[in-house]
């Protein structure tokens, strides 16, 4: 017969908590969170809510690298007196107002329920996806609260930019490890490298140009690849962002079968003094219909979503720098948004970083 007082404690009798149930916190069952991270986006246009986020935004040193002491009375001064009226004003010609919110909020939202549907019907109820924004709301901190008590004990951080940079993925990744910091367990976690180079996400993209060249009349000269522009300086300090800016080109162009005639890359949204990422997008427009080239088209592959700095930036202000110097077609390109293939692309990137969690 089976000795069982003197038997050795078995696996079972470790997990089994030495004081009563009525005393131990309640656990929720084990689940896989995939948190998505965009930039983020004022709660509205109005002045106070332009200049916290502006405030936040302008603050972190991974966006303006500036010692603190020099840039923060500048940015409490002048910068946060008068910026908030001139952007709450470029916010206000592309306001969601049915919904009361910002573009990038309305199309952030719609690529996550696409991409929640999709997870659904792949890993059932065991892999809750979410969004986050590194500025503003719904913010990082309270995202991955959320899913630590919803009982994430995986999280993966998707940042929501095709090209690393410091100013946007490692600055979305150093938030993500600052809400970790705070948490009594922390989940084990990953986070999403920069996707500018899969052939799905090149894929995507070419679509969207071969649809949108096969609804106009006469096919644009030129196609002019716009990414948002940081400092040169970043560059040179050992920032990639501007290499795989170029080859996200390079990528597009051969996948499109294009010449190096057909399609140029240029920088956008300069901010500030210093020299940034050239050719700048505004400049090169104008250059162009100068030289005869007067019907040509603008997409933004450094942004998941349309936001300000395509839906205002381009398509108003680029628009405009490229009319005043004679040029006659102007098309913009929307970005991929919640495009089936966009959402395609993004839901086989996270199937593949789950690798081994799921
Ligand atoms: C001042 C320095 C800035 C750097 C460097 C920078 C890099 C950078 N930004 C994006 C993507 C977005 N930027 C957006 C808005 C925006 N960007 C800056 C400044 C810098 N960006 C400002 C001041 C603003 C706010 C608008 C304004 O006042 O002009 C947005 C849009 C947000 C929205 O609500 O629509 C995105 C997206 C990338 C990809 C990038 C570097 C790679
Ligand atoms: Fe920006
Ligand atoms: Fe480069």
Not at 115 to 140: A, H, K, W
């Amino acid at each position: 017969m089976l000795d069982t007082k003197n038997a050795e404690p078995t696996a079972r009798d470790a997990e089994r908590p030495a004081h009563a149930d009525s005393d131990h916190p309640k656990i929720p069952r084990a689940k896989i969170g995939v948190l998505l991270a965009n930039l983020g986006t004022p709660d509205g246009y109005d002045y106070w809510s332009m200049r916290r986020y502006l405030n936040e935004f302008l603050s972190d040193k991974r966006v303006i690298d500036y010692s603190p002491f020099v840039w923060q009375p500048l940015l409490q001064g002048v910068i946060l007196t008068k910026r908030p009226f001139s952007s709450g004003a470029a916010y206000k010609s592309i306001w969601n107002n049915e919904a009361g919110e910002s573009p990038l909020m309305t199309i952030t939202k719609a690529q996550t329920a696409k991409l929640r549907e999709r997870m659904q019907d792949r890993f059932g109820g065991d892999v809750r996806i979410e969004f986050c924004m590194r500025y503003g709301n719904p913010s990082t901190f309270t995202k991955v609260e959320e899913m630590i008590r919803d009982g994430c004990q995986k999280i993966l951080f998707f940042p929501l930019y095709p090209q690393y940079a410091g100013a946007t993925t490692a600055t979305a990744n150093d938030q993500f490890f600052r809400a970790l910091m705070k948490a009594k367990w922390q989940p084990a976690s990953r986070t999403v490298p920069p996707y500018f180079d899969r052939p799905d996400y090149i894929d995507a993209l070419a679509q969207s140009i071969e649809r949108a060249y096969g609804a106009l009349e006469t096919k644009p000269d030129m196609l002019v690849c716009s990414y948002h522009g940081v400092p040169k300086r970043y560059l040179m300090e050992g920032d990639p962002y501007h290499c795989q800016c170029q080859k996200t080109t390079r990528l597009l162009k051969e996948r499109l079968g294009w010449d190096d005639t057909q399609i140029t890359t240029t920088f956008q949204s300069r901010f500030g003094p210093e020299e940034w990422l050239q050719p700048y997008t505004v400049e090169e427009v104008a250059r162009l219909a100068e030289r005869g080239i007067k019907n040509i088209a603008v997409c933004a592959p450094a942004f998941s979503a349309d936001c300000i700095e395509t839906l205002e930036e381009i398509n108003e202000e680029i628009r405009e720098s490229f009319e005043h110097a004679g040029g006659e077609r102007f098309t913009y390109i929307p970005c991929l948004n919640d495009d089936e293939a966009h959402i395609s692309a993004l839901e086989a990137t996270i199937t593949e970083n789950l690798a081994g969690w799921t």
